[in-house]
């Protein structure tokens, strides 16, 4: 009989989802008297909302409190408009502009700290990379570099299972660096016309640091345990410090959809989501519009653990403020404690 009531109630603290789902159970610890003792109740993750287990985005900050290790690797392509040289002509003369290829290399990593229930810290390192493919367009569009780091404090507050809001405040510095030949030679035919025909090395490369400071409304709702909503507005003031000074102000909104199989389906731990961002000037003195959409695709067969590969496509400018319209594939890993 002992044998057959620890047997009966291994059966349901499995059916329960005490242990997952691949996992052998153990048999429970008795009490005293011989008796099967309760399931311990399984720890519920600080990601966890109303079920759903929300996936990693480029786009958009989670309003929760955990502790996470990330690391983030894209390679992209693009297009970017730049001017055109004939080098027929002495001088050269700068024509009108057309669409160059250039290619991208993307690094980030994340590190997030849970203090407390509503309160963590998170910081950020981030390099991204690109330059133009092809004599032409390394010519054109150039080659540029920015570098980033990033701290935030995150407040966060749940309202009912089902809904959590959280607002951060970020500081981000940045170094950025761009080779700009083609405007260097435009500088250098410009002021030979005007008979005088100094060579600047500040015509051709570009540096200027920038400091972001940010605020971050945050919102998640998980109606169901296979679908969750994720939405941001951000304020953002970049103080950019070089050739010259200038400070800028804009407003991001972004969102995520989430759709994860398992709940319905245990045998099939994927899951997918999609997203878009807009990054809109404020005033006179604005950041530069920015449209990002995503698709994602996960692994959920963890719940400490996210794993999956993302498209995004991006139009908008790079470093050098050319317009651009690229395509980046993110190989995305998180890990929560």
Known sequence: MRTAALAIAAALCFRAGVSQAAEPVSAPATTSAGAPAPCAPEEKSHRELGGHFFMPSHLTT????????????????GQALGPTVDWSTSPPTVGPSKWYAYNSLAQQFQLDV??????????????????GSGADAIIAVGSGVNLSGTFAVKGSLPIGDRVRLS???????????????????????????????????????????????????????????????????????????????VSENGLYFAGTLDFDAKPLVRWLPVGVNFGYALTSPIGGNGTATTQDWEFGFYYTGRKDMSVGLELDWKSGRLNSEQIQNSTTAWINFKYYW
């Open 62 to 77: 989670e309003p929760f409190s955990y502790t996470s290790f990330g690391t983030f690797f894209g390679l992209g392509a």
């Open 167 to 245: 607002l951060a405040l970020s500081a981000q510095y940045g170094p950025v660096f761009n080779v700009l030949l083609a405007q260097g030679i435009r500088d250098i035919i410009t002021n030979c016309e005007k008979g005088n025909c100094p060579v600047n090395l500040g015509s051709f490369l570009q540096q200027n640091d920038t400091v972001t400071w940010g605020a971050t409304l945050t919102g998640a709702w998980a109606p169901w345990a296979f679908l969750g909503v994720n939405l941001n507005l951000s304020y953002l003031n970049p103080r950019k410090t070089g050739t010259a000074s």
């Open 114 to 131: 849970r203090i407390i229930e509503y309160l963590s810290l998170g910081l950020a390192a981030s390099g991204y990379v690109y330059t």
